[in-house]
Every structure is written in C-alpha cells, then in structure tokens.
C-alpha cells in the first residue's frame, strides 16, 4: 500500500475479508496506544513486532470473529508477514460510499450495514428514508460489473494500483436488509394517500427495489450471501404482488419483475420459477383475436415508391392474392394514387375475409393506417436511408386507434424499435433485425422479397388463430439466409414473443435508459427539451442523471440505435470481439453527472480524463450472454442532457469510436493502425451520420460544434462526404472504409483529399498530440464557451 505524508497504509486480510487502514505505533508503543484509542476500529496485531492498526470499512462483529487467530499484513504493497490478532477495539468510522466525487450526494455505509445521508446520524427506517435510498440507487446504477462483494471497483486509470478491500460482510447485510424491510413498510402501498405522499411512496419502494437487487445479484461473487439473497428475492416478489392491489404502480411491478429476471442466474430454483411464472402473464402471448372483427382483417401495406409495383406482383402473382376494389366508406390515404387493395386466398379462424391495403408511401405518412381502427395491422417496407427515414416518419404524431399488429421491414430495423414503441406502445410489433433483403430485376423493379415472403407467413399465422411463438415459426421458415443465424433463437423480425423484446429494445419510462439495464426506476423524472443553439455549451440540468426525461432521453435512445446501425454498415468496426458489429451491441445507459459518474468502465490506453468529466461514456464489457459476446452501454452527460439529437450521435459515435481504439478493439489492421487513420475513420464516421435530409445551414453548425468539441480544427464536411463514395456503399460501407481513408489521406506517395483542400488540417490529423480529436471535457467546454462570450479586446476581432 502506498505511503502518503507521512501516513503508512495498511492491508490486513482476515480469512476471506480484507481491510485497509493505518499504521499507528509499532514496537512497545503499540500496547500503550492501542489501549489509549477512542474513536474507529482499532486492532492490535502481535508477534516478533506489535502493530496497532486502525481499519476501515469493517465491522466490529465480524472482525472480532479473528480475535487469537492469525492474520495477514502488508504494509506500503511489501510482502506480507503473519501476526496474531490480538485484540479488536472500538467501532469503525461510518465508509464515505460517494467521497471524491464532487458534488455528489453524500452516502455513508454504517458500520453494522446500514446506509444513511449522514456521518454522525442514525440510519432511517421510515419515510425520512428517501434521500439516502434513491442516492443508494443511483449509486448502484453507475455499476454494471461489481455489486456488494465490492464496494470501490478498481481505479479504471491506475489498473497498478491496489485494489480497495472494502465490501459487505453478511452481517452488515443482514443489518441492511433489515433497514429495507422497515422502510418498505413505512412505504407500502396505500390507495388512501394524497399524490404527494403517494409519489414519495413508489419513489422510496424503487429506490429499495434497486438495494434489494444488489444484494440478490451479490450472491454471484459471494456465496456466503446465499441466505440474505434469497430473503432479498422473496422481498422483491412480495413487493410485486403488493403492487398488483389498489393504489399500486404496474410500472414499478414491470420493472421489479424485470430486475429478477436480469438477476436469473442469482436466484434460486424456487423464486427462478415464480419469476418464469409472473413473465408468463407479463407479455401478450398471441393477438387478441376474440377482440378483433367478425367479418373482415384489413392490413395496411406501406411501401416506398421503388419498393410498391414489384411487392405487389409478388403478393398477386406468386401467393395469389387477388384483386378489388375499395368498398364505400373507405379512408382516404395521403397522396394522389390511393390504395390498391388485395383480397388473401385463406381466411380467418371464423371466415374473416383478410386484405392488403397497398399503397406507395414517405416516412412522412406512412403510419397513417395506426390512426384509423379500420385496419387491425400496418407493414411497412422501405430504405433505411442510414436511418434518416426512421427520424422523419417518428416525427409526424400519428395516434394509435384501435388494436394493431405492426410489421417494420427495413435495415436494422431494431435500432429504432425503442422509437416506434414510444410512438405506438400498444401495438404487438415485428422488427427486422438485419437488414431486409430484395432482389431486383430489369428497370430496378423488386422480383423477390423477403418482407413480402415474411407478411405472407405471418397473415397465414394470424389467419390460423396462432400466438406469436407459432407466427415466429412460420417467419423463420419464410426468411432468407442472415449471417446471424448461427445464434440461437435467431429470427429476422423480432416480435412480442422473443424474449429480448420486454428488456433490451424498449425504454418503458422513457428515460434513455434500456429496461435490460434500468437499475433504478425513477419516478421523479424532468423532461428537458433539445436545444440546438446552446447544445454544446454544458449547463447543469438541476436535476440528477436519473432524471432526464423528455426529448434529451429520446435522443439518447436515437443515438444508442444509431451506433448499431454504424458498427453493422461499416467495415472499420469489423474487428469488434465475437461480431459484435452485427448483434446490436450498444444499447442505452442513461445520463450521469460529474458527481454521479459512472464506475466499473474499463478504459483502456487513452488519456486519463475523469468520466464525469466527458460528454458521454462507452461501458464496453464481454458478456457471455449477449448475442455477439459485447455489450456497450451508452451513457450521457447529464450537463449535455439538452444537446439535439444530431449533435448526441456524433458525440456518443466519437466515445465509441475512441474508447474501442483505446481497449484494442479496433485499430489493428490498416489504416486504422495509424494516429491519422484512427482520425481520418473518426471523420468518416461522423459525415456519414449526417447524411439525412435537413437544412444544410443547420447541419453544417452541427458539424462545426463536433469538430470544436472534438479538438479538431475546422474541416469541410462535404470534403470528408466526398470519401464515402458509391463503391463503398455497394459493398455496405455507409459509415466509412479503409478505401475512404487512403482517399482523404493519401495513398502511394499521392496526396489525398484533404491535403489537397486543407494542408494545415491535414498536418493537424497526423498530429502526436494525443488530445487532438478528442472530447473536450464538461469543464472545457464551459471555459471555451465563456471565451466564446466574452466583449473582444482593441485590435480582435
């Protein structure tokens, strides 16, 4: 252990348990001092030299358990030596959970376990609670790979120093499981309270939800918590049933369920089945046909322009759908050809007539079938266009009347399920996972479809009064070859029946936050809007990250898809661990603060810069469980919270970008295996995410304030543009390639574009400085922006 002015730091290692503390007397003066100590835990180690010692983090009881054995101690990281543990006095001082982080709300572990806002205060049991349990929550949330077996995860810049000992022995849990029962029954539900006190309520059996997971999920590091786990699990799912009755809250219930189902391999046989029973009832099995028409299921089928003629042939040749005409009475579509309509050759369970009501569409309407309980379903087949189409049709508010089964064919339709969920989240959806292939023949026009193969099958699914487990079978029979299907389970369009839809692809309160990872589920949320004058000028939100809600957490969720979308059409994230690229391995984390940053973030070589300190965070962690071996968890900076939609993609792609170089992930074959390759790929990549339709003027500001918060000096964006040419995008490089990068570099002793527009801007990109093309940090960004502002001097300008 490190020395510091003049303090020895000491480890002692009791068993399976690990302190740290001070050295305080060695030699005769041990004795003397220890018998002399007041305040902390203060032990007395003998042997051919006495220590007396004082630790912190630990408990009385269970240090005291040591007393006449032998213990291990190191002093200053030197090899251990062996001393007798004589004696324990005192208690120890109360473990500062939040210390260090600035501006973050204090939080105190008590040293028999129990959690409180206060040093020198008791522990709450009641309603007073709040404060310290939601902080708990939060706390927890900015972890993902540690839980209670340890309390400070390692320094993720300094891998070289000693990790902190420090965790909760079972004892103390059971003192804070304890504390969570008195505060859940001050808490409980109750119909009979007034909205304040009932808001404070479900915040407060949130907040505890949250603890209450942590310990379960502790059981999997420490399996001496098996008991205290399995008394958490069982108060989770009395919790669930509570919320069931009146004055409950089926949000809470939804997201307790789903914090069980995250802690699956932690929980034991018994509550693994009630937890798989409440799933069960969770989601909707099948369509609720007995609720549906008698006489006639007409679905919607919205194509764009180049896609309706041969999509149409398809269904009448090939499937012998027939034609007819509108009946009186029918809605009137938007534009001028109105609907051609097709007649199924199968019915319903009871004689339903089933219909296709085609039309030629834009995203701009072609969600008008969710507004009309004329139709019982709606597909829709188009181009993704690198995802600008999905950002018009999600603008146009179209409200959903009456049941509905949706169909979404497109590219990587799964980057941009949270948004139609959010749009129509009472709709049963399928979304296409990879892209959705077709074939062309002469004059361009579709002769083969897979979305046209896939609606056939699922009509003939709906038509036979299946549930959805049995329509995902017929659409795997129906769907062309996909490289994913080696992984199990794999079906291109993912419907209400597969397991990940209720988790990884939704954000059920709406605060940017993934339900797979919601940790907390905060009630107490503050919608902030976009601002596109002010988005990179940092401002505190007043609020806690948890907090963010609105048109800022919308856009989050829009970046994290849009990061799936690049990794899957870009082959400079080919050498992502296990193919990732392909599984849709970034997902939402929500907003932190510079007080709640976030932990457990493994950082790799890049400069050491303080996460609360960055404008967004990348977690990348090796997950056995996910689909491509990778999960990224994509989390924002809550000071940033207000930054449009565009301006969030770009900075959530450049942490991304960055963070994997820095991990080794990316950036072991060439070009990426120079500085200037890394930043011209950089470059690439971020053109390539502004290539949608929008006011040029506006996305060239946009441009501009990424570069600057980028460090970058001011570079074309139609220069780099230029790069991703038609070459790149047959071969599906729409984010950028290694052909791109020789472009605007050069190549063979030739210069490339951008020397030849820029010289001074290409000096810069093969630049040593290793702060060039990096995030600028949250207190950057304030000083550059106050210089932005301050009056000009004589003789500037």
Not at 472 to 488: G, K, M, N, S, T
Request: proline fraction near 6%; include cysteine.
């Amino acid at each position: 252990m490190p020395t510091q002015s003049g303090v020895t730091s000491v480890q002692v290692v009791l068993g399976d348990r690990e302190f740290v503390g001070q050295l305080i007397a060695a030699d005769e003066a041990a004795k003397q001092s220890f018998d002399a100590a007041e305040d902390g835990l203060h032990l007395l180690l003998t042997g051919p030299r006495d220590y007396h010692v004082i630790v912190e983090g630990a408990d009385q009881a269970s240090v005291q358990e040591g007393v006449g054995h032998r213990v291990l101690v190191r002093f200053d990281g030197r090899r251990g030596l062996r001393r007798k543990l004589e004696a324990v006095r005192g208690e120890a001082p109360p473990l500062d959970l939040t210390g260090g982080l600035h501006g973050a709300a204090p939080l105190y572990l008590l040293s028999e376990g129990t959690l409180s806002s206060s040093a020198d205060g008791e522990a709450p049991r009641g309603l007073d609670a709040l404060d310290t349990m939601v902080t708990a929550a939060r706390w927890i949330s900015s972890r993902r790979s540690s839980s209670f077996e340890r309390l400070f995860p390692p320094s993720p810049f300094h891998p070289d120093l000693p990790e902190r000992p420090e965790r909760l022995s079972v004892a103390q849990g059971a003192a804070l499981l304890d504390q969570v029962d008195a505060v859940l029954a001050a808490a409980a539900v109750s119909a009979a309270e007034g909205d304040e006190a009932r808001a404070q309520a479900v915040q407060l059996r949130s907040a505890c939800v949250t603890v209450l997971s942590h310990v379960v999920a502790t059981v999997l590091k420490d399996p001496e918590f098996r008991d205290l786990a399995d008394r958490a699990a069982a108060r989770i799912l009395a919790l669930i049933e509570a919320e069931a009755g009146e004055g409950g809250r089926p949000e809470l219930r939804n997201h307790a369920l789903m914090l069980l189902q995250m802690r699956g391999p932690a929980l034991s046989e018994a509550h693994a089945a009630q937890v798989k029973e409440l799933l069960a009832g969770y989601t909707r099995k099948s369509p609720p046909y007995a609720q549906l028409p008698k006489d006639v299921w007409r679905f919607g089928f919205a194509s764009a322009y180049d896609f309706h003629p041969g999509e149409y042939e398809i269904l009448r040749d090939r499937y012998k759908y027939t034609e007819m005409a509108a009946p009186e009475g029918a809605p009137t579509p938007p534009g001028w050809r109105g609907y051609e309509i097709l007649k199924a050759p199968f019915a319903g369970p009871d004689g339903q007539e089933i219909q296709i009501w085609t039309r030629t569409t834009s995203p701009r309407d072609e969600n008008f079938e969710m507004g009309h309980e004329y139709f019982v379903g709606l597909a829709i087949s188009r181009h993704a266009n690198l995802g600008a189409n999905d950002m018009a049709a999600s603008q146009v508010a179209v409200e959903q009347r009456g049941y509905k089964l949706m169909l979404n064919a497109q590219c990587a339709g799964l980057t941009t399920r949270f948004a139609i969920s959010r749009m129509f989240p009472d709709a049963d959806i399928y979304s296409s996972w990879d892209s959705t292939y077709f074939r062309t023949g002469e004059g361009h026009k579709i002769v083969d479809s897979e979305a046209c193969d896939c609606l056939h099958a699922l009509l003939q699914g709906f038509a036979k009064g299946e549930d959805f487990a049995g329509i995902d079978a017929r659409i795997r029979e129906a769907q062309w070859y996909h490289r994913q299907q080696r992984v199990e389970g794999f079906v291109q369009f993912i419907g209400p029946a597969h397991p990940a839809v209720v988790s990884r692809y939704e954000d059920i309160n709406h605060d940017g936050k993934a339900d797979f990872y919601d940790g907390f589920l905060d009630f107490q949320l503050v919608a902030i809007a976009e601002d596109a004058r002010a988005g990179g000028v940092p401002r505190d939100p007043g609020v806690a990250g948890s907090q963010v809600s609105g048109e800022a957490a919308r856009g989050l969720g829009w970046s994290a898809g849009s990061m799936n979308r690049v990794t899957q059409y870009s082959e400079l994230w080919d050498e992502l661990p296990g193919e990732a690229e392909r599984f849709y391995a970034f997902r939402g984390a929500g907003f932190f603060g510079p007080g709640e940053p976030p932990t457990d973030v493994p950082t790799g070589k890049g400069p050491e810069v303080p996460l609360g300190q960055l404008p967004a965070v990348i977690r990348y962690t090796k997950d056995a469980a996910a689909e491509g071996g990778l999960a990224a968890d994509v989390m924002f900076n809550a000071w940033l919270s207000h930054s449009p939609s565009e301006l969030k993609r770009l900075l959530i792609a450049a942490e991304a970008f960055w963070r994997a170089i820095d991990l080794g992930y990316l950036g072991g074959r060439a070009p990426l295996d120079t500085i200037a390759g890394q930043r011209a790929g950089l470059l690439l990549t971020l053109a390539s995410l502004l290539e949608f339709p929008a006011d040029q003027n506006r996305l060239g500001q946009i441009w501009d304030r990424a570069l600057q918060m980028l460090n970058l000096p001011p570079i074309s964006l139609s220069k780099i543009r230029r790069c991703n040419t038609e070459e790149d995008h047959h071969s599906g490089n729409y984010y950028g390639s290694r052909r791109a990068i020789r472009q605007l570099l050069g190549l063979g002793g030739e210069p490339g574009e951008l020397e030849r527009a820029d010289p001074l801007a290409h000096e810069k990109l093969h630049s040593d400085d290793p702060r060039v093309g990096r995030l600028l940090t949250i207190d950057q960004l304030s000083a550059l922006a106050t210089a932005d502002d301050a009056p000009a001097q004589d003789g500037e300008s």
